[in-house]
């Protein structure tokens, strides 16, 4: 059985092997790898790009007390970013399956159509879920618009569910069962706690006052630097509202119309986080531009 | 001239299954048309397509266009010629332009003169020319429901294109599409043979996928998976439930038609029939199976692949299903928890429309338009069970089940209701309650529910309508037109008497003063709506338009009445003296048209033929009345048919518009009092005569 860490390590030498810069987790909550600055920010502006990073992704509302065995309120996603989409993406994508030691010449391959959304960031992109055996293990996404604004290269993004493919090519029970080590310390044991006491706090715990205050002011922080020009920090600013918000949400305190307006407020920042990071980005003359023209030469 | 064939194959990354059959469609009827259009119309079109390629064969296209003649139009040949019959500088200016010599210029005759033309011969262009023009211009405006652009801004269409086949004749038909040129090469299955390989034409294409075990053609796809599916149901000792979308959509998902047969625990069968099959079709697009109506423990989807050698296809989606039907069981044993009527505080929280309320307030307005709508229908003993579904009817809304199967709406609170032991009237209404959902639907199977179901959906229509959002075009959010169309259908087939205006009219009232429009705006606008779906649904059943009109004007306050009374001028229409009173209605509506209400009186009637008139019309209304108090329309019609003699008779022998200002008045009073009575069941003069069907007819009678 394939364990969850070999999973990483594979899915990371073969596209650093595809010259992605490995990088690492945002150090944030943040909901998806989409929300990831070298995805979101990076996926703008005309400057070539390609990563790939893990992202534990955050998800208060799926969180079960650690005792559902498919969903978590934390997974691990491992998201690849190839700007602009090489002509060959999805055949890279199916060497990837291969380098997991995924036999394709038994497994049946399918991609079906399922076009991804993100209201908050402002972005959305065609794509599909790719079914390997009647299950999804990957989202593939041509990015087509982020922060409001149409894109231009299109970026391809991949995006494994780590935990799914592990439980798949292990057919295992529950995700609690699969080897985090090979043979060694397994999920459960590195995350139910994890699982359990963040359900507790998002469900029962959480101070929505407080949760408040802090979307309120996080907001405000955002705004501020925005207008001193730095859009990194905004940007993160921009991700703890959201994250806020979502606390919020699996707490049960935000209503129907509250909600519109919360996505609404959180969707603003992150239009104008994109639209500033385009903007500074020209006025450093898009530099990856040249490097990747000086690489080529 | 020699004809050749034409294939085309767009490869392209993996179609939506939904705009597959759309697209291909389109595809070749543009094809068609634009080959058509340049008089080299293929003697056949063959299509096919899987998830990655839209294939088109046409067969016995000419290798040219035909050679035209145009004709330009030149000066008048006396402007052209002098007098000594040499050409102008006008003439030789026009031969030049043309390209012609002035001694080829001809001379054509019209209404306004003689003049000189010009024949210019043209000369027909190659077929495939024309081919390389308007294929990649038909591919690039395809009609997608969604669309997209990749690499560096290439697009925008469905998804990115790999390769091209463009061979007319064995020659590569030259273009480029979204920097992708045309050629004869393509490749087979991604995984299992992804390499390239060329073709000559369409057997050859047809020969070398299907060697890579790829059918292109759906409908033969469709076939080979519903014979292995029907195979292996077979062996399990069942049959497929059958599912003729969710057979389609496999047989779209797939190049390669493999099938794969799954089990799953037993003990998932006491899972309601309606949720298995509802989560294995629509979470794993899978067939299940039955036998003597009860479900078994296994299912049937397809692969992209011919076999399962490793059996790791079948344990993957075995898994699946296994998690998934283990999700579905949660959510059923979790809802059981809670009784439908206990549910009643959650349809507070649940938004119907911002400005129509909750869910609750929905539930209050159908329990009071049901109660109304019993009434009217002078129901007692129905009554207790229509109030009790009425209330119950919305309460699946806030069960697990409903949150994760849209599509098991009514149906879940239907079984739930059964479960909890209510009375079947009760359960059946709340499970019937969006039937019919689509034309292949039935109605709702009892009164009960044929009542609240009309009830739901009038007190949508009225509330939406209220808002001033009435579907335009093809926007229709709220799905008003289904609904409406629902409402009829439910009233034509379950023979329900109920006047629609007075139900609308009710529902407005229950709205209080959420709604923006008045009530007879919300009825004026409404009206028009639902006799639309009468129009189409009575058309649907083979009435004329005409006959469907006729009956529309003059009211619709029950519909089972008004298909009687379209039926019964169904079966009179043809024949001839029925059409003669036809026209004889509309020349009286043309007589009395402006003319103000007059009394007739007895004493004026002078002429024989119009005092046999005025006792035919008498006895006329009394059988007319007689046989619409007995519901028989047709034998009314008949009546009318047979006033045809006495009425041919009048307009021979009498003058209407006589000198005699009284005799005159009394005349028209006697045609108005004749146009009300044969106008009662119809307005005939809505009636589309064809002057030919009356041949037949010995008569002088004429057309006003």
């Excluded at chain 2, 199976?289 to 079948?314: H, I, N, W, Y």
């Amino acid at each position: 059985m394939q364990s969850f860490q070999e999973l990483i390590l594979r899915l990371s030498e073969f596209w650093a092997a595809q010259g992605c810069v490995l990088q690492q987790p945002y150090d944030l909550e943040v909901g998806a790898g989409t929300m990831h600055p070298d995805t979101f920010l990076r996926s703008l502006g005309p400057e070539p790009w390609n990563v790939a990073y893990v992202q534990p992704s955050r998800r208060p509302a799926d969180a079960r007390y650690g005792e559902n065995p498919f969903r978590l309120g934390k997974h691990y996603q491992f998201q690849v970013i190839l700007k602009p989409a090489p002509k060959e993406v999805q055949r890279l994508y199916i060497d990837s399956l291969e380098a997991l030691g995924i036999d394709l010449e038994v497994h049946d391959l399918r991609f079906e159509e399922d076009n991804w959304e993100a209201p908050t960031l402002g972005a959305w992109g065609v794509g599909w879920q790719v079914m390997l055996d009647g299950m999804e293990i990957t989202q593939f996404t041509y990015f087509q618009q982020a922060g409001g604004m149409d894109l231009a290269p299109i970026s391809a993004e991949l995006t494994y569910g780590l935990e799914r493919i592990t439980m798949f090519l292990g057919l295992s029970r529950s995700v609690y069962d699969i080897d985090w080590v090979p043979g060694g310390v397994d999920y459960g044991q590195v995350r139910h706690q994890d699982e359990l006491e963040f359900s507790k706090y998002y469900f029962e715990l959480a101070d929505v006052d407080f949760l408040r205050q802090q979307f309120d002011g996080f907001e405000r922080e955002s705004q501020s630097c925005l207008e001193q020009g730095v859009v990194l920090p905004a940007y993160e600013f921009a991700l703890k509202c959201s994250h806020a918000f979502n606390v919020l949400d699996s707490r049960g305190a935000v209503s129907v119309t509250e909600r519109v307006e919360l996505i609404k407020r959180v969707r603003n920042l992150a239009v104008a986080c994109a639209e500033a990071f385009v903007e500074s980005r020209e006025q450093l003359g898009f530099p990856l531009l040249e490097a990747g023209a000086k690489r080529h030469a | 001239m020699p004809d050749s064939e034409f294939l085309l194959e767009v490869r392209c990354e993996e179609i939506p299954a939904r705009m597959l059959e759309p697209a291909i469609r389109q595809l070749a009827s543009r094809l068609f048309e634009q080959l058509l259009a340049s008089n080299v119309a293929p003697g056949e079109v063959q299509t096919g397509f899987t998830p990655r390629r839209l294939m088109v064969l046409l067969k016995g296209v000419p290798e040219r266009e035909p050679d035209r003649a145009e004709v330009k139009m030149g000066p008048p040949v006396a402007a052209a010629f002098d007098q000594a019959g040499k050409p102008t500088a006008a003439a030789t200016g026009f031969a030049k332009k043309c390209g012609i010599r002035v001694e080829d210029l001809e001379r054509v005759e019209n209404e306004k003169g003689e003049y000189v033309v010009a024949e210019h011969k043209i000369e027909g262009r190659p077929t495939i020319d024309v081919l390389s023009q308007v294929v990649p211009q038909i591919l690039r405006d395809l009609d997608w429901a969604k669309t997209m652009r990749w690499g560096s801004g290439d697009g925008p269409w469905v998804r990115p294109v790999h390769s091209l086949i463009a061979l007319f004749g064995g020659n590569v038909v030259p273009f480029e599409l979204f920097g992708v040129t045309s050629g004869d090469s393509t490749a087979g299955h991604p995984v299992l043979s992804p390499q390239d390989f060329a073709v000559k034409g369409g057997s050859d294409y047809r020969r070398k996928m299907s060697r890579r075990g790829i059918e292109v053609r759906f409908e033969a796809r469709k076939k080979k998976l519903l014979e292995q599916m029907n195979e292996a149901a077979d062996g399990l000792g069942g049959e497929l439930v059958e599912d003729a979308a969710l057979l389609a959509k496999l047989a779209s998902i797939c190049g390669i038609p493999g099938v794969i047969v799954g089990r799953f625990d037993p003990t998932f069968l006491t899972l309601p029939r309606e949720v298995l099959i509802t989560s294995l079709r629509d979470h794993q697009s899978a067939f299940t199976l039955e036998s003597d109506g009860k479900l078994l423990s296994c299912f049937l989807t397809v692969m992209d692949r011919p076999d399962d050698p490793a059996g790791s296809v079948q344990a993957g989606n075995e898994w699946v299903v296994e998690a998934r039907l283990a999700d579905a069981k949660f959510f059923y044993e979790e809802d059981k928890k809670t009784s439908l009527a206990d549910r009643r505080a959650g349809l507070d929280q649940l938004v119907f429309h911002a400005r129509l309320g909750s869910y609750a307030d929905k539930t209050a307005r159908i329990t009071q338009l049901s109660e109304v709508l019993c009434q009217a229908l002078g129901w007692e003993k129905e009554q207790e069970a229509v109030a009790q579904a009425a209330e119950l009817l919305k309460l699946d809304l806030t069960t697990e089940m409903v949150k994760e199967f849209t599509s098991l709406q009514g149906v879940m609170g239907g079984i739930y209701a059964r479960e909890e032991g209510l009375p079947e009237p009760v359960w059946q209404a709340i499970y019937d309650q969006y039937l019919p959902a689509s034309t292949d639907d039935p109605i709702p199977r009892s009164p009960e529910g044929q009542l609240t179901a009309i009830a739901d959906r009038v007190d949508t229509l009225v509330g939406i309508f209220g808002l001033g959002l009435i579907p335009t075009g093809s926007r229709d959010p709220f799905g008003l037109r289904r609904a409406a169309q629902a409402v009829v259908r439910i009233l034509l087939e379950g023979d329900l008497s109920i006047d629609l205006d007075l139900v609308a009219a009710q529902a407005v009232l229950l709205y209080g003063d959420r709604l923006e429009k008045s009530g007879e705006e919300i009825l004026t606008s409404l009206r028009p709506f639902f006799h639309d779906r009468v129009r189409y649904l009575l058309g649907l059943e083979g009435y004329d338009y005409d006959s469907i009109e006729a009956a529309l004007a003059v009211g619709s306050s029950s519909l089972p009445d008004l298909r009687s009374r379209v039926d019964a001028l169904h079966s009179v229409r043809q024949e001839s003296d029925f059409l003669a009173v036809v026209l004889a209605a509309k020349r009286i509506a043309n007589i009395i048209k402006e003319a103000p209400e007059q009394t007739l009186r007895e004493d004026l009637l002078k002429e024989e033929a119009e005092k046999n008139l005025y006792r035919a019309s008498r006895q006329l209304r009394s059988e007319i009345e007689a046989a619409e108090a007995a519901g028989d329309y047709e034998s009314g019609f008949r009546h009318i048919a047979e006033f045809a003699d006495v009425l041919d008779d009048f307009f021979v022998k009498v003058l209407v518009m006589d000198e005699n200002r009284d005799l005159r008045f009394n005349r028209i009073a006697l045609l108005q009092s004749i146009h009300r009575t044969i106008s009662r069941a119809a307005r005939l003069t809505e009636i589309v005569v064809d002057k030919a069907e009356l041949r037949g007819r010995n008569t002088d009678m004429q057309v006003d």
